[in-house]
């Protein structure tokens, strides 16, 4: 193999992608952790996400349940007439 080649296939292969884990693991180095308020405010976000989650899931049970007297009083006046 000609050096040429070999040098730009060293390059494309071994190169380029420790250039690309270099930059990434500076910019993870240089971004600002999270501060403790910010943890807590996700936290309760995440908190009251589940409440809603919750309360969603109750709200659709009752509307099926009132969806099925519906049903069934329709069922009957039609038996009875």
């Known amino acids: ?3 040429g080649v070999f040098l730009a296939a060293l390059l494309i ?3 380029i992608p420790s250039f690309t884990i270099l930059r990434i693991a500076r ?3 240089s971004r600002p952790q999270a501060s403790p308020d910010l943890t807590e405010r996700l936290e ?23 969806e099925r007297l ?3 009083a329709g ?3 039609r038996i009875g007439s």
């Open 44 to 66: 309760a976000v995440e908190h009251r996400v589940e409440d809603l989650q919750q309360e969603l899931a109750e709200t659709q049970e009752r509307l099926d349940f009132a």
């Open 1 to 3: 193999m000609e050096p």
């Open 13 to 15: 292969f071994v190169g």
């Open 70 to 72: 519906l049903s069934e």
């Open 75 to 77: 069922d009957e006046r």
């Open 27 to 29: 910019l993870r180095a």
